[in-house]
């Protein structure tokens, strides 16, 4: 009789695999209190006391909930831009709201740093642009500001990069996903790689020093040798930022996800392998990791943060921004204060009629308690640091959760130091998760990996 054979736990890549520590689903705490536990009702008297309150500098981020074209897998807050009329209404609100908003500000407060996101920005008139930067200019006392800027690079035409060019935007993103023909029909995202290199050369020519590449793994019909091949691409294209996202399959909460075939989907040990690979083949080729999803040539203000243990994280993930305060601007913008979350209408017409009444149109949020912001510390060192001093009361309520993770190795507890081992990238957020003292169970977030 052939004795037993005893084998220990699978390693993919470098990472070991726990497939029980991965079955909760968890947020990605792109703040804490996350977004799940913001209540509706309006914001707008402790929004504006807030703004009274900011002294200092302060970031801004703009939305632009638009698109040219949707793809099918995204979850964000966006509509198709193929109306004049309605990009028109949407941004005429937007520079009023910059306004409105600036008005409540202290005359000490600079803006230090401004970002466009969506949606697409690019999805509006390069000319747009520029007003709305010229809006910013007249309303807000900028301090020599980073500008950046997400991108869709089918839609980023010649006038776009000289809009960029002009005034003076040194950061982009640009939405790749994938680099396969096949995986792109799959979501609904045609983009060859000839675009790609187009736009990455033309945002280099027009003084963009730092492009990110937004990739995901876990994708329908993705292999591994697929995602190897587009990382592989996105090394020789010099992105200097990588972003390799998971994707979340939520078709319940998000429609227009019905149309990928989730019997295509890869299953949970899939996905790990890939974030595992993935994770090595880019720090292999000098990627310096940033978090638990984030990468960055070591030159880059990111990895730099990472080293310099500075890493911050916001509503746009991982970043290098130490500005306390980011003021959304648009629809579904979302405004962090040290003791309140608020978000903006996402309706963009209920949006323009909150603005154009000159109502500030904060209607969802949640006021941060003591409490709420001691354990936001400690996940965003978790997170940000790979370490986090923690309160005896709370290592003590939360030790047998806390307790499968030390006992597999992935983290180390010295008195009320608690020390993420290396190789644990994988089970960041659902260590973090530990002291999350909202999670029920009842809520749906994506997969931890």
Not at 277 to 301: I, M, N, S, W
Not at 311 to 318: A, H, K, P, T
Request: net charge neutral.
């Amino acid at each position: 009789m052939a004795a037993d054979v005893m084998t220990g736990p699978e390693v993919l890549g470098k990472w070991t695999y726990w497939p029980e520590l991965l079955e909760r689903p968890v947020p990605r705490y792109t703040s804490y209190p996350t977004a799940a536990e913001f209540v509706e009702e309006s914001f707008e008297e402790r929004q504006a006391e807030a703004l009274r309150k900011v002294r200092g500098t302060v970031s801004l981020y703009l939305h632009i909930p638009y698109c040219r074209e949707i793809c099918w897998y995204c979850g964000c807050n966006t509509g198709a831009a193929n109306k004049t009329q309605r990009l028109a209404a949407y941004l005429e609100a937007l520079h009023h709201e910059i306004a409105l908003v600036s008005r409540h500000l202290h005359p000490s407060v600079k803006v230090s740093r401004i970002a466009f996101g969506g949606g697409s920005p690019n999805a509006i008139k390069p000319t747009d642009f520029v007003r709305l930067v010229d809006s910013l200019t007249l309303n807000f006392r900028l301090q020599d500001p980073v500008l950046s800027i997400e991108l869709d690079p089918r839609t980023l035409a010649a006038d776009w990069l000289m809009a960029i060019r002009g005034i003076g935007v040194i950061k982009a993103s640009l939405g790749v996903q994938t680099l396969d023909p096949r995986v792109q029909a799959a979501i609904g995202r045609i983009q060859p790689r000839e675009m790609i290199e187009r736009a990455t050369e033309g945002l280099r020519k027009a003084g963009v020093n730092s492009i990110n590449f937004d990739l995901m793994y876990g994708l329908p019909f993705q292999t591994d040798e697929i995602l190897a091949e587009t990382l592989d691409q996105t090394v020789a294209m010099g992105a200097d930022r990588v972003a390799l996202f998971g994707y979340a399959h939520v078709p319940h909460m998000i429609p227009r996800q019905q149309r990928i075939d989730a019997s295509e989907l890869p299953d949970q040990r899939v996905r790990f392998r890939m974030a595992a690979e993935g994770y090595v083949r880019l720090t292999e080729a000098g990627y310096q990791p940033v978090g638990f999803d984030h990468f960055a040539l070591p030159g880059d203000d990111l990895a730099v943060a990472a080293s310099a243990g500075t890493l911050r994280r916001n509503f746009q993930g991982f970043t290098e921004d130490q500005s306390p305060v980011l003021i959304g601007l648009g629809a579904s913008s979302i405004s962090e204060f040290p003791d309140l979350y608020v978000q903006t209408e996402k309706n963009a017409g209920r949006y323009r009629m909150l603005i154009g009444a000159d109502q500030l149109a904060g209607r969802k949020g949640v006021v941060r308690s003591a409490e709420d912001r001691h354990r936001g510390e400690v996940i965003t060192d978790l997170l940000c640091r790979g370490r986090a001093a923690v309160p005896a009361d709370l290592i003590a309520t939360n030790r047998d959760r806390l307790e499968p993770f030390i006992a597999r190795g992935l983290a180390r507890l010295d008195g009320t130091m608690l020390t993420l081992e290396h190789g644990t990238e994988a089970y960041a957020r659902s260590i973090a998760a530990v002291f999350d003292a909202y999670r029920s169970g009842a809520r749906q977030f994506s997969s931890a990996v």
